[in-house]
């Protein structure tokens, strides 16, 4: 399955929709957005020692769970309407080398670059769902007061309670 699923193809694809199309800047706000928030949370719930209660935790799942499905039927959409352009495309570069004519797709590439950036973003959007899923339910299962681990020479410790 890891062969199937490559998660830092998924995140660099997803960092690259966040430039702006016109001067091909990465966009600030998106990346607030995107990352800065999302760690701001998480910042601030550790510092302020946030507790997750059991309602919470099953709220978070159910969540995760109702969003990640509602995507994946997003994507299976997506991936269609990539399919039907490609056809059409296919079928007009058929013809046109039968009847000699020069006919295309109008705004080809650009649709399928807009089908690309929906793509990686929503495939981004799945796997922060997931881990929200993921987090929430070993935190409904893990039921010790501490965490420590460490790295080298650092000790990390969370008071989970």
Do not use: W
């Amino acid at each position: 399955m890891s062969s199937k699923i490559n998660i830092s193809s998924i995140v660099c694809g997803h960092f690259s929709t966040l430039r702006i199309a016109s001067t091909g800047k990465i966009s600030k706000l998106d990346l607030l957005t995107f990352y800065g928030v999302p760690l701001l949370v998480v910042i601030l719930g550790v510092c302020k020692d946030f507790d997750l209660s059991g309602d919470l935790t099953s709220l978070l799942v159910n969540f995760g769970s109702i969003f990640t499905a509602l995507l994946l039927s997003v994507l299976v959409l997506i991936y269609d309407q990539e399919n039907k352009i490609d056809d059409k495309k296919a079928k007009l570069d058929e013809d046109n080398e039968t009847n000699g004519t020069d006919n295309t797709v109008s705004f080809y590439n650009a649709k399928k670059q807009i089908l690309n950036e929906l793509y990686y973003t929503i495939c981004y959007c799945i796997i922060s769902s997931m881990a929200l899923v993921l987090v929430s339910a070993v935190n409904s299962v893990v039921k010790v007061d501490t965490f420590n681990f460490s790295i080298k020479s650092f000790l990390f410790s969370f008071n989970l309670k």
